[in-house]
């Protein structure tokens, strides 16, 4: 009996170490994760750029459209004043063309600040691609290293789980299934060491034949209030 108490022991110790090592690969996995979104988020950035750039650039053409055509309004309306007989209809063409070179004026403006809006975020799109290629570069070491971490995890669990397997093997399965399943119902914890009189699972006092029966080896005991697997232990280790 003494000889399975030592060996749940070094099941419990296993387990935990596959515990801890299980969390440090996912928090190597979130890492990597991590890393990977930094880039796709600037790429993300990048794109949108690329696609207000196009709008605006499709807007420069059509304001370049419609100022060439007003341009030829203005050209066509001065022909026809060499032309026109009245003072009236004189009048009217010249209102046509006044009004025109207004528009002209005003699309000229537009223009401008469109060239200067493309300017500006043809400037912001080069930086965010120079920002990118050299956070891309940086990743890809960074995941590299990240890699090799995981797969360093990987295989301590991997040695952590055959070495649970050979523990297991010389363990009754009932004997196991019964230690597994208190380990998930207690916290990680199937055993508990019994010391002077108590469980210090949950620092109960254990009832003295109970105690007493722990000396002897003869059968797996558990603590009353707690249902863990007792472990008499006589002095604090
Ligand atoms: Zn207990």
């Given at each position: 009996m003494k000889k399975k108490l030592e060996m749940l022991e070094?099941?419990?110790?296993?387990?935990?170490?596959?515990?801890?090592?299980?969390?440090?690969?996912?928090?190597?996995?979130?890492?990597?994760?991590?890393?990977n979104q930094g880039v796709d988020a600037v790429r993300g950035e990048i794109a949108s750029f690329e696609t207000t750039l196009t709008q605006l650039e499709s807007e420069k053409v059509e304001l370049e459209t419609t100022h060439a055509a007003e341009l030829e309004n203005i050209v066509r309306s001065e022909t026809n004043m060499k032309e026109i007989k009245t003072n009236k209809e004189f009048q009217a063409v010249g209102r046509e063309i006044t009004a025109a070179k207004k528009?002209?004026?005003?699309?000229?403006?537009?223009?401008?600040?469109?060239?200067?809006?493309?300017?500006?975020?043809?400037?912001?799109?080069?930086?965010?691609k120079s920002t990118c290629d050299e956070l891309a570069e940086n990743s890809a070491q960074r995941i590299v290293a990240k890699q090799a971490e995981i797969d360093a995890a990987q295989l301590n669990i991997d040695a952590e789980i055959i070495r649970r397997e050979n523990v297991t093997k010389g363990l009754p399965a009932s004997l196991v299934k019964k230690f597994t399943i208190l380990r998930e119902q207690r916290r990680g914890q199937a055993l508990a060491t019994a010391r002077d009189g108590y469980c210090m699972g949950c620092n109960m006092h254990l009832p003295p034949q109970?105690?007493?029966?722990?000396?002897?080896?003869?059968?797996?005991?558990?603590?009353p209030h707690c249902q863990r697997i007792l472990i008499l232990k006589l002095q604090q280790q």
């Amino acid at each position: 009996m003494k000889k399975k108490l030592e060996m749940l022991e070094e099941l419990q110790e296993v387990d935990q170490q596959i515990d801890v090592l299980k969390a440090a690969r996912s928090g190597l996995l979130a890492e990597m994760s991590g890393i990977n979104q930094g880039v796709d988020a600037v790429r993300g950035e990048i794109a949108s750029f690329e696609t207000t750039l196009t709008q605006l650039e499709s807007e420069k053409v059509e304001l370049e459209t419609t100022h060439a055509a007003e341009l030829e309004n203005i050209v066509r309306s001065e022909t026809n004043m060499k032309e026109i007989k009245t003072n009236k209809e004189f009048q009217a063409v010249g209102r046509e063309i006044t009004a025109a070179k207004k528009q002209v004026s005003d699309i000229e403006e537009s223009l401008l600040q469109k060239i200067s809006q493309i300017d500006e975020l043809s400037g912001a799109l080069a930086a965010k691609k120079s920002t990118c290629d050299e956070l891309a570069e940086n990743s890809a070491q960074r995941i590299v290293a990240k890699q090799a971490e995981i797969d360093a995890a990987q295989l301590n669990i991997d040695a952590e789980i055959i070495r649970r397997e050979n523990v297991t093997k010389g363990l009754p399965a009932s004997l196991v299934k019964k230690f597994t399943i208190l380990r998930e119902q207690r916290r990680g914890q199937a055993l508990a060491t019994a010391r002077d009189g108590y469980c210090m699972g949950c620092n109960m006092h254990l009832p003295p034949q109970l105690y007493n029966n722990l000396y002897k080896y003869e059968e797996l005991l558990t603590c009353p209030h707690c249902q863990r697997i007792l472990i008499l232990k006589l002095q604090q280790q």
